[in-house]
């Protein structure tokens, strides 16, 4: 891309990443919040109603904000520790499914059956379906966000991308299968639980089918302890990437937001920003109960653009003059970023779908409304202000690729570059 136009392209990936990332951390917490209404029925109490939910996922949210403002060394020990037992979590739950289902579906069940309760065609039901798995493999970017934290970043960073795009696709499979196994008719069971007015998470109503008593209770227990691990590590990806675009006046009111609070070296405005925005965002659970759907949609949909765009400027425009980290795929960079770019601006598309036909207001996929919405603001502080003098990403050293407008550039040489501090303050 033309010197002109980076700015431009690293301001729009840098806002569908931001949004991408704030609406993760929204659906982890009112997932959170929903799992603990399950484990309250599965105990024999009354469902919470929707207020209480809303402000038990906000006062998730709190403690996420809270945590991620302790000591940057503390907070490693806790991602580690938290990487731990999600990994057992699942490794546990799967064994648990595996061994005491009461009736297991056969293999044939598993990979050739189907069940399309949505009321539109089969090959419809194929795309959205793909959404579930591609919350999970979502968010793998943050080695990336961690960077400037990260001993050896040009090597380790890359690394953990593979490493956990590995990790969720092993995980996510195993955790899929041992669900899947479990129900030996899943018309019934999606019946029985989605229109017979149960409240059941659908992967708890499956451990209570599979797992005789407390068995579903511990199972529900453990993925709420999954959860809250999940969504504080999500926490602090998008502390981070929110942290970088207000050091990089990128954000409204950045020259506030990009302050840090020296004894822990933690980016504390950012931080009560997210939550206040991430807490206007659970609200809305108030006036729509389908909210979840949309903020799941919201994620996977940011997220997805914003890698894409990366890729597909990597594999056109810069195919010949893209400068090769330490760690690369060599020869094979250039079609796995032409299949990479396809796949992921297919599926951010399939993100708008409806999940249920006909399509009413209580059913429709409101991620058009969040990512609009959001896309509107970024254009509006893009056209007022921030087209006059952001530059691109700030750079902590100078090199020979720099995001520079066209005007005043030595093309030749660096000089007359700019320090990192040429945005605006």
């Not at 929707?50 to 907070?75: C, K």
Request: hydrophobic share 50%; aromatic share 12%.
């Amino acid at each position: 891309m033309t010197a002109r136009y980076a700015p431009l392209a690293c301001f729009i990936c840098g806002w569908f990443n931001f949004i991408g990332n704030v609406m993760g951390d929204v659906a982890m917490s009112s997932g959170f919040a929903t799992m603990l209404n399950t484990a309250m029925i599965i105990s024999g109490n009354s469902s919470l109603s929707t207020g209480v939910q809303t402000g038990i996922s906000i006062g998730m949210t709190f403690i996420w904000v809270t945590t991620n403002a302790l000591r940057i060394d503390q907070q490693g020990w806790i991602h580690t520790l938290a990487t731990g037992i999600q990994i057992g979590g699942v490794i546990i739950i799967a064994i648990v499914l595996f061994t005491m289902a009461r009736q297991q579906a056969t293999a044939e069940d598993v990979f050739t059956s189907t069940y399309n309760g949505t009321g539109f065609p089969f090959i419809y039901v194929c795309f959205i379906g793909v959404i579930p798995a591609l919350f999970a493999f979502s968010g793998y970017d943050s080695g990336a966000h961690l960077a400037e934290e990260t001993r050896d970043a040009s090597r380790a960073t890359p690394k953990g991308i593979v490493g956990t795009c590995i990790c969720s696709a092993v995980a996510g499979a195993t955790f899929l299968l041992a669900l899947l196994f479990s129900i030996p008719n899943v018309r019934s069971f999606v019946e029985s639980n989605q229109y017979s007015g149960s409240e059941l998470n659908l992967a708890i109503a499956t451990c209570q089918l599979a797992v005789p008593s407390p068995g579903p209770l511990l199972l529900t227990i453990l993925l709420l302890v999954n959860m809250y691990f999940a969504g504080m590590s999500s926490l602090t990806g998008t502390s981070r990437i929110s942290f970088a675009m207000a050091r990089d006046g990128v954000l409204p009111f950045s020259a506030i937001l990009r302050w840090i609070f020296q004894p822990t070296k933690s980016p504390i405005a950012t931080l009560i920003f997210i939550f206040i925005l991430e807490s206007s965002f659970l609200l809305l659970q108030l006036a729509e109960p389908t909210a979840f759907n949309a903020f799941l949609a919201s994620n996977t949909l940011g997220l997805q653009i914003s890698y894409g765009i990366p890729v597909l400027l990597r594999c056109t425009v810069a195919r010949n003059c893209f400068v090769l980290g330490e760690f690369n795929l060599g020869r094979f960079g250039q079609p796995i970023a032409v299949i990479s770019s396809a796949w992921l601006f297919i599926t951010a598309f399939i993100m708008f779908f409806p999940f249920q036909y006909p399509v009413t207001s209580n059913n429709m996929n409101y991620a058009v409304v969040i990512i609009g919405g959001t896309s509107l603001v970024a254009a509006v502080y893009w056209i007022v202000s921030a087209r006059h003098w952001f530059l691109g990403p700030k750079r902590t050293h100078i090199d020979s690729t720099p995001l520079l407008p066209v005007q005043g550039l030595n093309k030749e040489s660096n000089e007359g570059l700019p320090s990192s501090d040429s945005v605006r303050p």
